[in-house]
């Protein structure tokens, strides 16, 4: 990696939401499973194991993307992300959700410091929103994206970061970006963008060999250690 210094700082910092800054205790599979039933998916079957062993492979892929591999047609896939929002929604709203320990802070401490940090997610703005509320984090980042604020394209695409790059002029070239993030999407989605720093973080769905081998620059415990790590690497 490039070494980089106050000349070209680490000045924007694109951090997921779920298992990265947003501890959601497996909310996932839970509205999952609701979506799936419904679309005549029997809880317990093989086809129903079959199907959420895909999801927790795809954690931080675009939702309606993972649906519509599982689904096949157009019709159901978006019956069944319309369902998925929906389960996931009541799941946020019954205060099932919490800040990643630490996540706050840090996230206030990369802005002290003149960072600019976007919150990025997989879900749709709906979801994404209702997550925002019920932690109080309407105001924290400068700029909150989902795949639909950058084309309609989400993980591992680096649509999303790049859109964070384009829409804040945070920093003069994508290598001062910083992504973070807990799955092997984020990891891929990170490198794809041209990001000097690529983070993966442990607190969420893959461990440390699946973030490294997708192409991590750096595994943190949490996201808690970040403001840290872009210190250093620019000192």
């Not at 980089?4 to 298992?19: C, E, F, H, R, Y």
């Not at 989605?189 to 969420?204: D, F, K, N, P």
């Amino acid at each position: 990696m490039k070494k980089l210094t106050s000349q070209n700082p680490l000045d924007l910092i694109v951090l997921d939401m779920a298992g990265t800054t947003v501890a959601d205790g497996g909310l996932v599979e839970q509205a999952f499973s609701a979506a799936a039933q419904r679309l005549g998916v029997e809880p317990g079957s093989a086809d129903h194991a079959g199907k959420l062993d895909y999801v927790r492979a795809t954690m931080g892929e675009s939702k309606i993307s993972v649906f519509r591999h599982l689904f096949g047609d157009e019709d159901r896939a978006q019956q069944a992300n319309t369902t998925f929002e929906e389960a996931y929604g009541e799941l946020v709203h019954g205060g099932l959700i919490a800040p990643v320990p630490g996540a706050r802070e840090a996230i206030e401490e990369l802005k002290a410091a003149g960072r600019t940090v976007v919150l990025t997610t997989g879900f749709a703005r709906v979801t994404q929103d209702a997550i925002l509320a019920a932690l109080g984090w309407q105001d924290l980042a400068d700029l909150t994206l989902c795949p639909a604020d950058a084309g309609g394209r989400g993980r591992p695409h680096p649509d999303m970061v790049l859109a964070a790059f384009l829409r804040t002029g945070a920093v003069d070239g994508v290598q001062q970006t910083v992504v973070a993030g807990d799955t092997s999407y984020d990891m891929l989605s990170g490198i794809r963008s041209g990001a000097g720093i690529v983070a993966g973080v442990l607190t969420g769905a893959h461990d440390k060999d699946q973030l490294t081998r997708n192409g991590a620059t750096h595994v943190l415990r949490s996201v808690a250690e970040l403001p840290d790590l872009v210190a250093r690497a620019e000192a």
